[in-house]
C-alpha cells in the first residue's frame, strides 16, 4: 500500500466515528425536540450534515486509491448511513491498515516475496 492510499484510508477512518456519534446525537436532539422544548436538531443537524458530507468525499478517494471492489465501497457507504455503522467502517479501516503495515514490514525483511 502506498502513501496516498494509507492517507486516504486513514482520513476516511478519522472521520468515521465522529460522523457515527453526530448521527446518534442528532437522533437524540429528534427525540428530545419531540418530547421537549429542547430543540438542538438545526445545529446537531449541520455539524452532522458536514461530518457526513466529509465521510463521502473521504470515502470516494478511498475507494478511487484503494481500488475497492463495488461491493467493499458499496458496503463503506452503507455503514456511512445506519446508526452504529460509522464505528463498524473505523474499526474495519483499522484492521486493514494495520494488516497493510504488518505486510510491508514483512515485504521489507524480505519474509514475504510480494
Known amino acids: 500500500m502506498d502513501i496516498k492510499t494509507a492517507s486516504a484510508l486513514h482520513r476516511l477512518r478519522l472521520v468515521s466515528a465522529p460522523e457515527a456519534v453526530s448521527f446518534l446525537l442528532l437522533l437524540v436532539c429528534s427525540v428530545l425536540k419531540r418530547t421537549t422544548d429542547v430543540n438542538a436538531v438545526p445545529v446537531m443537524g ?5 461530518l457526513f458530507i466529509l465521510y463521502v468525499i473521504f470515502w470516494a478517494d ?7 471492489p463495488v461491493k467493499t465501497a458499496a458496503l463503506y457507504f452503507v455503514l ?7 464505528f ?6 483499522k484492521r486493514q491498515a494495520e494488516d497493510a503495515l504488518i505486510a510491508a514490514r514483512a515485504r521489507k525483511e524480505g519474509v514475504v516475496g510480494a
Open 46 to 50: 449541520a455539524i452532522h450534515g458536514i
Open 62 to 68: 478511498a475507494w478511487n486509491k484503494a481500488k475497492w
Open 80 to 86: 456511512s448511513v445506519l446508526p452504529f455503522g460509522g
Open 88 to 93: 463498524v467502517a473505523e474499526r474495519r479501516l
